[in-house]
């Protein structure tokens, strides 16, 4: 049984928005700011995306008003940009706190959840108090977690300082922490009241980090824009060289595409499900070598490989599609091969840690493939051919 999902790119088509050939063949200067709306009814709100946008005060005009900030963010991203969103945040704040978390996957918990939560105690911050997410995914997850559950919702922005996180886990209003058993299976749906992508935080992101979020940005193409695909094959190199025009790009198409989605599916009952595009092998590898060990976007780096793979031996794609997405992975610099987590019975092991993933249903795992290109679904698999897929993409 499997659920075909329309792509949001012919769909963009019909509704008279941005076709595949208008957005991924033009690039505007990375100096223009470039707006996406989100689009949820009394929920909306913009995805801003230029270089310079986390200092200036004029960003956060529109917010709505309160006595005090508080900026949750970590000890690598503190030093680089706390100060500067402190000062840009003082003329509208007569408040503006700080609380700086330890950095890295590993510390997305309850424990770390509490630094949050006792931040805004000892503050006596009330309802009105607006959190600023300044970092990268595990900082944002974790800000509109505490965002939705302080005094039952307190407002919140997303200022991404990681691509991964610009392009995808700050949009959306997915909110979680980590358990030993499984990735982000508990937190909340809770919509920011504004994203701020500045171009310029990406100038300091280390090289792995940015390969990282370069999944992300890759998996947009195989599931509704083949035209993005190879726009992205095309301008990899300039990418990976932070080339401003072409980030900016980047960012905004992918914002695009995942605009779209969550407007049409906000809480992930349907087509949502094929912004996951690598993520149900993605996470078994995070969760089976220790959360940290595998950037998220190493994961879904080597898990839309098995997923491809497991898509061409489904029949529903050809040797050449599978070899093409391969090569891009190959190019943003992320692993084609998953780890061996278990030496005894590897494949074993990733099935028992898949059927924790979000995406089960009564205990069958269910994937998210390509349907040819351009075109996602979502189905199960026998485990025997996924055991064949691991065995064959993995390393050893």
Known sequence: MSTVITSPNSALQRDGGASASSTSSISLPASVVQTVAINLADRSYPI???????????TYAALPKATAALIVTNTTVAPLYADALRSALAPKYAQVHTVVLPDGEEHKNWQTLN?????????GCDRKTVLFALGGGVVGDMTGFAAASYMRGVPF????????AQVDSSVGGKTAINHPLGKNMIGAFYQPQLVVCDLSTLDTLPVRELSAGLAEVIKYGPIADMDFMGWLEEHMDALLARDRTALAHAVRRSCEIKAWVVGQDER???????LNFGHTFGHAIEAGMG????LHGEGVGAGMVMAAELSRRLGLVD????ARLKTLVQRAGLPLRGPVLDAADNAGRYLELMRVDKKAEAGEI?????????RACVRAAPDALVREVIDACCAG
């Open 48 to 58: 801003t995306i230029a270089p310079g946008l986390l200092a200036t005060p004029a």
């Open 115 to 123: 630094l949050i939560f006792d931040a805004l105690l000892q503050h």
């Open 157 to 164: 922005v997303q200022v991404p300082t990681t691509l991964l």
């Open 268 to 274: 992930e009952a349907g087509l949502r499900a094929i």
């Open 291 to 294: 959360y940290g060990a595998w």
């Open 319 to 322: 040797d050449a599609f599978a």
């Open 366 to 374: 269910r994937f998210v493939l390509i349907d040819g290109p351009g």
